[in-house]
């Protein structure tokens, strides 16, 4: 188990181009919409990729992830994948929002997410931030 989200994080972090390509870059902590933050920015290829990672916490961080459709083309959460649950796959499935199990050995996409219709001006300057060399943190 992880000590912390951000020990997690940092493990998904050096799985991003197994995940989602070759060419993604990945941004932590970006400040995306009103006074949200998401705890992963994916870009690749100009899709725009929000992820909420959580080690506890269920109906929280799909609350979160849930807002970020607002400004992603796909949302993930990262959870350890030894937590990954049937119950856990039916409720992001809901609410069209993929998973991702994390763990030393075998970090992977379980569930895709389903396209969602975000906000163009929000999305299209996530694109920009996830394109440029901001460093760790991203603000809008």
């Given at each position: 188990?992880?000590?912390?989200?951000?020990?997690?994080?940092?493990?998904?972090?050096?799985?991003?181009?197994?995940l989602w390509g070759e060419n993604a870059n990945?941004?932590?902590?970006?400040?995306?919409?009103?006074?949200?933050?998401?705890?992963?920015?994916?870009?690749?290829?100009?899709?725009v990729i929000a992820v909420e990672a959580k080690?506890?916490?269920?109906?929280?961080?799909?609350?979160?992830?849930?807002?970020?459709?607002?400004?992603?083309?796909?949302?993930?959460?990262?959870?350890?994948?030894?937590?990954?649950?049937a119950m856990k796959l039916r409720d992001a499935?809901?609410?069209?929002?993929?998973?991702?199990?994390?763990?030393?050995?075998?970090?992977?996409?379980?569930?895709?997410?389903?396209?969602?219709?975000?906000?163009?001006?929000?999305?299209?300057?996530?694109?920009?931030?996830?394109?440029?060399?901001?460093?760790?943190?991203?603000?809008?």
């Amino acid at each position: 188990m992880y000590p912390s989200e951000s020990a997690m994080l940092a493990e998904l972090i050096d799985h991003v181009p197994e995940l989602w390509g070759e060419n993604a870059n990945s941004t932590v902590e970006v400040h995306c919409h009103d006074q949200a933050h998401m705890d992963m920015l994916v870009t690749c290829e100009g899709t725009v990729i929000a992820v909420e990672a959580k080690l506890a916490h269920w109906s929280r961080v799909l609350a979160q992830a849930y807002l970020h459709r607002y400004c992603a083309d796909y949302v993930y959460v990262a959870i350890p994948a030894r937590n990954v649950t049937a119950m856990k796959l039916r409720d992001a499935e809901r609410f069209g929002i993929g998973v991702v199990g994390v763990s030393n050995s075998s970090t992977r996409i379980i569930q895709e997410g389903i396209h969602a219709q975000p906000e163009a001006r929000i999305r299209d300057r996530l694109l920009v931030l996830g394109r440029s060399t901001c460093g760790a943190e991203g603000i809008l």
